[in-house]
């Protein structure tokens, strides 16, 4: 009976460790409901070719969906990282800048530092991210979180960093 146990531990323990996160955040502020959001662009600390532009993506749209429809993205321009050399990230005051003539009352910046399936037999994919809200108004940080998530052998890159956005802007939304 005992080897039964531990035989069937041995099989799903490393199913457990693969799909792990780690989420640290600070607590949640009290945001004024359906105000206008700037997505800055995510910096890209990896080298996957457009994660932060993909990880600024799914930050955009968990926003629109979960805080308040009414998001901007920056221009076309801004968003410069190219298959071969990363963007530049702006500075926080030319980012406020731009959100105050966008008319936002919050700006979210972040940052990619992992975007990749991990080497070996099951190639789990793994994401790290970290998330920055200001007033734009003060430029005063309301909130802050960092994470990494890894998933699944079968599961993707855009699910995983999905999922740890979710964790991530949990205490920003408004809808359940």
């Given at each position: 009976m005992r080897w039964k146990t531990l035989l069937l531990l041995a099989c799903f323990f490393p199913w457990l460790l693969a799909a792990c996160a780690t989420v640290e955040r600070s607590?949640?502020?009290?945001?004024?409901?359906?105000a206008t959001w700037a997505i800055a662009p995510f910096a890209n600390y990896t080298e996957t070719p457009l994660a932060g532009s993909r990880a600024q993506a799914v930050a955009s749209q968990w926003i629109a969906a979960r805080v308040s429809?009414?998001?901007?993205?920056?221009?076309p321009a801004w968003l410069d990282e190219s298959l071969?050399?990363?963007?530049?990230?702006?500075?926080?005051?030319?980012?406020?800048q731009w959100a105050k003539g966008?008319?936002?009352?919050?700006?979210?910046?972040?940052?990619?530092?992992?975007w990749r399936y991990k080497v070996g037999v099951d190639g789990e994919p793994a994401v790290g991210l970290t998330v920055t809200?200001?007033?734009?108004?003060?430029?005063?940080?309301?909130?802050?979180?960092?994470?990494?998530k890894s998933g699944y052998a079968r599961e993707s890159v855009a699910a995983v960093a999905q999922k740890l956005t979710a964790e991530l802007l949990a205490p920003l939304a408004t809808a359940p």
């Open positions: 607590p949640a502020p009290t945001l004024e409901p359906q429809p009414r998001v901007v993205t920056p221009p071969f050399e990363k963007a530049q990230p702006r500075s926080l005051q030319e980012l406020l966008q008319g936002a009352r919050y700006l979210l910046t972040g940052s990619v530092s992992e809200v200001y007033d734009v108004a003060s430029g005063a940080r309301l909130y802050s979180a960092v994470g990494g």
